[in-house]
């Protein structure tokens, strides 16, 4: 399982330091959280920070783009040195086009669901997805519950994607006591802000999401 770590949660006064952390106990990713204040209530980084992070990192830069018209954007991401680009469904009127532009630059392209969004908006766009993204939270801020109710939705994501090279990655209120299951139902990347960042020790917590992750696969 990879785990990708969200820096949404990490101390932006230190924040080279804080992904060496992650990346030093194994961390395959770094997960980039870009809020426009409109698609979500909460505005936060964009590639100027993408292009400072890649300069202290070789790790996977994963830039989940929570913005509205997400095409608009995608070309700034691509010369940050973003390795991994996912849009939201909800929020691009040609899913199909995002997904392929993202492609065609050599990016790893990811499409992202909010919890209510039927996985059926994603059904004809198999061959373009690289990533599938299943948001357990209302996307916004860092630190809310996981919501149960989207277990179900991974089981059939799961079913959806058989066949395809589709990664399915899961955001929103990963920890400790659920990374386990996650691992279990066949989830191929986690992306865990709060629980790694807002802990004392964040490459501990890190190592010790790999063990659970590891003895649950046994
Ligand atoms: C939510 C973001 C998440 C968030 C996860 O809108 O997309 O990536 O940072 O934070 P935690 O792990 O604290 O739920
Ligand atoms: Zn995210």
């Known amino acids: 399982m990879i785990i990708a770590p969200s820096i949404l949660s990490a101390d932006f006064a230190n924040l080279g330091r804080d992904i060496q952390t992650v990346v030093h106990a194994g961390a395959q990713w770094i997960h980039v959280d870009v809020m426009d204040g409109v698609f979500v209530p909460n505005i936060t980084i964009g590639p100027l920070v993408v292009k400072a992070v ?86 916004g801020f860092g630190g809310q519950a996981f919501i149960k109710a989207v277990f179900p939705k ?24 659920n990374i386990a299951k996650l691992a279990q ?5 986690v992306v865990a802000g709060s629980s790694v960042f807002m802990t004392a020790d964040p490459g501990k917590t890190i190592k010790e999401m790999f063990d659970l992750v590891s003895s649950s696969l046994r």
């Open 54 to 139: 890649r300069k202290v990192t070789t790790a996977f830069l994963d830039c989940h783009l929570m913005v509205v018209d997400p095409e608009r954007y995608l070309d700034d991401f691509i010369r940050s040195g973003a390795d991994g680009i996912t849009v939201h469904v909800e929020a691009t009127r040609h899913l199909q086009r995002a997904l392929a532009s993202i492609r065609e630059k050599g990016l790893k392209s990811g499409v992202s669901l909010n919890p209510s969004t039927p996985l059926e908006t994603i059904k004809y766009c198999l061959a373009d997805i690289d990533l599938l993204l299943i948001m357990s939270v209302n996307p």
């Open 154 to 177: 991974i089981q059939e994501a799961k079913t959806m994607i058989e066949g395809y090279p589709i990664q399915l990655q899961v955001d929103g209120g990963v920890s400790k006591d």
């Open 185 to 189: 139902m066949g989830v191929d990347n």
